[in-house]
Each structure stands twice: as structure tokens, then as C-alpha cells.
């Protein structure tokens, strides 16, 4: 299987108001990220994953397969607080014809180098399908150490998305050089920094931009990619502009919501707990974006 490299949606998950999927409403949406993205990750830190029951995360890994196609890579996120749904997860993924798996340390208790291995190691013995670890200790509340990451890619890991915000740039840097030469490839975790990151090797990153203005994270993309610096250097004060007033209000969830459905889409309600945003929040985001040329014109 080729490689994963490029821009990665950490898509929503639109909900009904009885908590279950919006699948009509997830169709539309993936259909038209598929178009647009190198890669789709379900059920992660935007899809609200966490929160839903293993069914529900299961069925919206089968018909982001179903929709997306070959038009995007479609990675699985497995995250959970104990192995043996992380496995069950992972395996699902690999019988409905996911191209990857994704997977944060688990969380809430404490855990030692040892069982972090374990964990995915686990992972990476149940599937034949590249493992992505997601090193976000903040959320996780375990982080993942070079030595655990390195003894990891021996293991057969395949990458790592990487950057949190509470790491520094540095730490993103020495993932690249220690982890990256030929065993590890290192996604950036944060679009914020995707110019530098991939400037220092990173094979592509996280956005959460991407979610509703897609076409912008892959101009980026392409503009580094190319060689093109004072082109990406521009693009990505765009991203910045972007994620600060995405994040402005401390409600990323229902704001993503929000902004998706300025580009035409039924975007469902958040999983509760989260709530959707109120008109006058949205039309503030409305004035806030039209002068960045929020929504785009032309066709979708």
C-alpha cells in the first residue's frame, strides 16, 4: 500500500438531535471532501469519535469506504481507552477496506513506555494496514517518547502525527530527524505550522481548515511542495487567519459545524455535550470571514 502523504480532513461526524448519525447529511459532507483532500480520518479529535458508541464509529467508517472510494485515503481512527476496542476497531477497518488506522495513546489513566507499546503494538500485530500513532498528550494525558516511538517503528509502526501545540516546533523537528529517515513518516498535527513542518520533511499534515475551506490546505500543499516558499508562506497566514477565528469562541466542534454548513451542507447537530452555535454567533463568524473571502464563489 502507497504511503500516506498529503492533506489529511480530521472530518465531523454530523449527529440527529436523538444522538445517532446523520447519514444523509455525513454523504453529502464526505462526498465532498473526497474531491478535494488526499486523505479523510473519521471518527478523530473533529469526528467526535470519543464520545460515540463502537457501532456508531463503525458505521461511519463503512460509508466514508463506501463514498469516498478511491478518490481519497479513508484512515480509521481507533482511539480508545483500553486495547481491546482499539483492536476491534482496527479490524473493523480492515475487513470494510480502510486504508489505514489511527490511534492516540489511551487516555485517562496513566500509562508507563511498556504498556504504550503494548498498546500498539497490539494494534499493529491485529491489521495489515499501516498504523498512524497520534502523540496528543494534552487530550491523551500520555505522551509518547522518542525512545517508546522508535522501538515502536521497529515494530512495524508506520508513522506519527505529531506538533501539538504544548510540544513546540522543536520537538516536531526532532521527530523528523530521529524518527523519519526511512522507518517513521511524520505528519504534521497542526496546520498552523504545516509550512515549516513540511519544510523540515513532514509528508503532510492534520487540518481542521481543511474541513470547510479544503481548497486553501491543499493549495499550501502543493505551493511547499512544489518549491514554491513565498507562495506557501502567504497561503499559510491565510491558514493562521483561519484557525484563530475558528478557534476564537473555545468551541471547535460546533464552530467546524458552523463554518461546513456556510459551504451548503446540512451539517446535523455536535454530540452532545457539545451544542451547535447560536445565529448570532454564526452571523458574527459570517462578518468575521467575508473579508478573507469566506465563503468561496463559484461551484462546489
Known amino acids: 500500500m502507497q504511503p500516506i502523504r498529503g492533506v489529511m480532513a480530521p472530518c465531523i461526524t454530523p449527529f440527529r438531535e436523538d444522538g445517532e448519525v446523520d447519514e444523509d447529511a455525513l454523504a453529502s459532507y464526505l462526498d465532498f471532501l473526497a474531491d478535494h483532500v488526499h486523505g479523510i480520518v473519521v471518527c478523530a479529535i473533529y469526528g467526535s469519535g470519543i ?34 476496542t482499539a483492536m476491534q476497531l482496527a479490524r473493523h477497518a480492515e475487513q470494510i477496506g480502510a486504508d489505514g488506522v489511527t490511534c492516540v495513546a489511551p487516555f485517562y489513566y496513566r500509562q508507563v513506555d511498556e504498556a504504550l507499546f503494548r498498546h500498539f503494538k497490539a494494534l499493529v500485530d491485529a491489521v495489515d494496514l499501516p498504523v498512524y ?22 515494530a512495524g509502526l508506520a508513522g506519527v502525527v505529531t506538533g501539538a501545540a504544548s510540544f513546540g516546533i522543536e520537538h516536531l523537528w526532532e521527530c523528523i530527524r530521529r524518527l523519519q529517515s526511512g522507518r517513521l513518516q511524520v505528519l504534521s498535527m497542526r496546520d498552523g505550522i504545516a509550512l515549516p513542518a513540511m519544510m523540515m520533511g513532514a509528508v503532510g499534515f492534520d487540518s481542521g481548515v481543511a ?17 514554491r516558499y513565498e507562495a506557501g508562506t502567504q497561503l499559510q497566514k491565510r491558514i493562521l487567519q483561519f484557525r484563530d477565528i475558528s478557534h476564537a469562541l473555545g468551541r471547535n466542534i460546533p464552530t467546524l459545524h458552523a463554518l461546513i454548513g456556510m459551504r451548503g451542507f446540512a451539517t446535523g447537530v455536535p454530540k452532545r455535550p457539545f451544542f451547535p452555535l ?21 461551484p462546489l
Open 51 to 84: 464520545l460515540m458508541r463502537p457501532n456508531q464509529r463503525q458505521r461511519v467508517a463503512e460509508r466514508a469506504v463506501e463514498i469516498v472510494g478511491t478518490r481519497a485515503r479513508v484512515l480509521v481512527f481507533a482511539g480508545a481507552a483500553d486495547t481491546d
Open 133 to 154: 500513532a497520534y502523540d496528543s498528550p494534552v487530550y491523551a494525558g500520555n505522551q509518547l517518547s522518542f525512545a517508546l516511538l522508535e522501538h515502536l517503528a521497529s
Open 278 to 298: 447560536s445565529a448570532k454567533e454564526v452571523e458574527n463568524l459570517r462578518t468575521q470571514l467575508a473579508p478573507l473571502g469566506f465563503p468561496p464563489e463559484g
Open 211 to 227: 474541513n470547510f475551506f479544503p481548497e486553501l490546505a491543499v493549495e499550501l500543499y502543493e505551493a511547499v511542495t512544489s518549491g
